[in-house]
């Protein structure tokens, strides 16, 4: 029985001692890419393309084997928004529909999961709106746009920052990025890229949270 646990401890030795130069090895596979008006972590392979002179924001591309990441960091805050979340969209009234006798604006809008009766009426519906003016109310049946359901979009906060991380459902079809915007100015900065690789997907979402902003 000593034997036995004597052989197990040298076991569990040797795949300690073999596993510690690959996490080393992994975290030397990666260099900080200090940019001016922010750092980011990247594998050693990647590397920043400078397109030249630039006007009121700072971009580029962070470039890799089978991967482009592009980048907007913006002191005005021009800085592409990305794609909205659910609550951004429905917020937004972008799915107002301009055939209605109602005004846009002074128009009541309540928003909210269908019910029973109105899914039987409206299937595709994920809301509806129910529109009063006047104390005549419609319900208009409002449909969440396929690149958003595409994609899962997570949103996160600080004292600081607000931050948006997108990646799609299935990797390599649709965007992966962030979108961080400051709490306290107009600055606001993205980094983004299309169909990637699920391993670069991968790296590229650990990336994404080593970066840190000048707060201009």
């Known amino acids: 029985m000593k034997k036995y646990y004597l052989v197990l401890v040298i076991l569990l030795i040797l795949i300690e001692c073999e596993s510690a130069p690959a996490i080393l090895k992994q975290q030397n596979n990666w260099q900080q890419l200090n940019l001016g008006s922010f750092k980011i ?114 949103v996160d906060s600080d004292k600081m920052y607000v931050t948006k991380t997108i990646w799609p459902k299935i990797p390599g079809k649709g965007m992966t990025g962030i979108y961080i915007h400051s709490r306290s100015s107009s600055l606001n900065f993205q980094m983004s890229g299309s169909n990637l690789s699920a391993e670069n997907q991968k790296l590229a979402l650990k990336a994404f949270k080593t970066i840190q902003l000048k707060n201009k």
């Open 41 to 154: 972590s990247v594998p050693q392979n990647w590397k920043y393309e400078d397109p030249g002179e630039q006007e009121d924001s700072f971009v580029g591309q962070i470039t890799g084997l089978q991967l482009q990441l592009s980048f907007d960091y913006s002191g005005m805050g021009y800085a592409n928004h990305l794609l909205k979340t659910e609550k951004e969209y429905l917020d937004s009234r972008e799915w107002w529909d301009d055939r209605l006798t109602l005004p846009y604006w002074g128009t009541k809008t309540k928003v909210h999961l269908p019910d029973q009766l109105q899914k039987n009426k409206f299937p595709k519906a994920n809301y509806i709106a129910d529109l009063t003016y006047k104390g005549k109310t419609v319900y208009l049946p409002i449909e969440i746009p396929t690149i958003i359901k595409e994609n899962n979009i997570q």
